[in-house]
């Protein structure tokens, strides 16, 4: 018999695998509880961990729940201490509303009227002029869009002038002065002026009175009013 080329690989000796098929069943059984038993206390073994860092977690926030309530007493009465502050705050809102109360009308009506007189052109001939003012028991009126600014009072006039030019610059001298704003100015008729039989143009006008034109005299120290007061002097 010859011999077998290495380069074959065959076996040496014949390999003859004479283990009955039942044993072989039953290590692979055995092996297969072993690995079921060993996954399943592994699984235990999470289990039990969980739990055990579960608790650990309550436990620690039981403690910091307690040591949180501890300091609740000590919180309560040092926010008793700051219960004035209510009532503060109610006094300061009652003197605002008391300041708008009593300058609501505080306007010096001496310098607007001389500066509404003085500011109309040459030719101009005011027949009338009325003050319309917000009292102490009716508040500013608020702007009826975003053109048109808060106002404490209306000022209405009526007068002529000898050319129809005139008209827009008896508007321009209006709005120039500071506190008086949303100035209409129209042309009414027009009419012969009596003494020389010239024909001039009735006009009817209003303006109205902003927060501008407040003395600020009873209006607290940095309020808004005053602040747009003292922006309207600085501007004039």
Do not use: C
Request: no cysteine; net charge negative.
């Amino acid at each position: 018999m010859s011999a077998v080329p290495a380069s074959v690989g065959a076996p040496s000796l014949p390999q003859v695998n004479l283990l009955p098929p039942e044993v072989e069943g039953k290590r692979k059984r055995g092996r297969t509880r072993a690995a079921i038993v060993i996954g399943l206390l592994v699984f235990v073994l999470l289990l039990a961990a969980l739990w055990f860092a579960a608790v650990a977690w309550r436990i620690s926030a039981e403690v910091a729940l307690q040591a949180e309530q501890d300091k609740r007493p000590a919180l309560v009465a040092e926010l008793a201490e700051y219960d004035y502050v209510t009532g503060v705050q109610d006094e300061f809102a009652n003197a605002v509303l008391a300041r708008q109360w009593a300058g609501i009308t505080d306007v010096l009506w001496a310098d607007y009227l001389d500066a509404v007189t003085s500011a109309l052109p040459a030719g101009t001939d005011l027949q009338s002029l009325s003050v319309t003012q917000a009292n102490a028991f009716g508040s500013a009126s608020v702007g009826s869009s975003p053109f048109i600014t808060s106002s404490v009072g209306t000022v209405s006039l009526t007068g002529h002038v000898n050319q129809a030019s005139k008209v827009s610059d008896v508007q321009d001298a209006i709005e120039a002065i500071s506190g008086l704003t949303n100035v209409s100015i129209t042309v009414t008729s027009i009419d012969t002026y009596p003494e020389t039989d010239t024909v001039v143009w009735v006009f009817d006008g209003t303006a109205q009175i902003s927060v501008e034109a407040l003395s600020g005299r009873t209006v607290a120290e940095g309020s808004q009013l005053l602040v747009e007061a003292d922006a309207s002097e600085e501007e004039s």
